[in-house]
């Protein structure tokens, strides 16, 4: 039993190595491309008639939105794409945990890692095009400039715990499944997928869901200082 995809090498030559994780999380990018260009390909816009797959996605969309404009109510549209993104990686390469020899690139710290750094990266530039340059830093160095390095330490270690956080949960649900086929092949371990499958859409929801928090304090920040 492998704990991390990142151990199962598909592919090498000399040093350079293609493991798992990175077919994986490639064949989840390409799927999402893909099923995004056909079901956008002949969009209806206004009242006409519209495809299932339209109303499928008009659905998941305005499940996002509603769930961001209940976190940030006004401009929350600009990060649906970021904050959306983020989650239907998330959930699909949870889902597709149940196809026999899946292994779900969120099973690997390098995965949520870099997950982890593109909320970090983003977290600053949506602070910045909310409120410029010098608003955004002047958080840091208040109520004292003293202050500015534990700023720095507290959004780091929370980007630290929002990477370790999903790879935790998604490496354990693995080892469970993994740990009662071998004692119990036929009954338990079908409960377990199916309870893996709803703790990996919950996982998704709770790491998108973090990152928009961490997006809205950014952007908030300037009026809060205001109310204060």
Do not use: K
Request: with cysteine.
């Amino acid at each position: 039993m492998h704990l991390t995809p990142d151990s199962i090498v598909l592919w090498q030559w000399r040093f350079i190595h293609i493991n798992a994780t990175i077919v994986y999380t490639w064949i989840v990018m390409l799927l999402l491309t893909l099923v995004s260009w056909i079901v956008t390909r002949h969009m209806q816009y206004g009242d006409g008639p519209r495809s299932r797959w339209q109303n499928a996605l008009e659905v998941v969309v305005e499940m996002m939105r509603g769930q961001i404009r209940g976190i940030l109510s006004e401009g929350g549209d600009t990060y649906l794409p970021f904050v959306g993104t983020l989650f239907l990686f998330i959930g699909i390469a949870n889902l597709f945990d149940i196809v026999p020899g899946w292994h779900a690139p969120t099973a690997s710290l390098s995965t949520t890692a870099a997950l982890a750094i593109c909320v970090g990266v983003a977290v600053p530039v949506f602070g910045i095009q909310s409120q410029g340059f010098a608003g955004y830093f002047r958080h840091y160095v208040r109520p004292t400039f003293i202050l500015a390095p534990f700023h720095l330490l507290s959004e780091t270690t929370r980007n630290l715990a929002l990477a370790v956080r999903l790879f935790g949960n998604i490496m354990s649900g693995s080892m469970i499944v993994g740990i009662l086929l071998a004692i119990a092949p036929f009954f338990f371990p079908i409960l377990m997928q199916v309870l893996g499958l709803v703790t990996g859409l919950i996982q998704a929801y709770i790491f998108a869901i973090l990152a928009m928090v961490y997006i809205a304090a950014a952007v908030q920040s300037r009026e809060e200082q205001e109310g204060a």
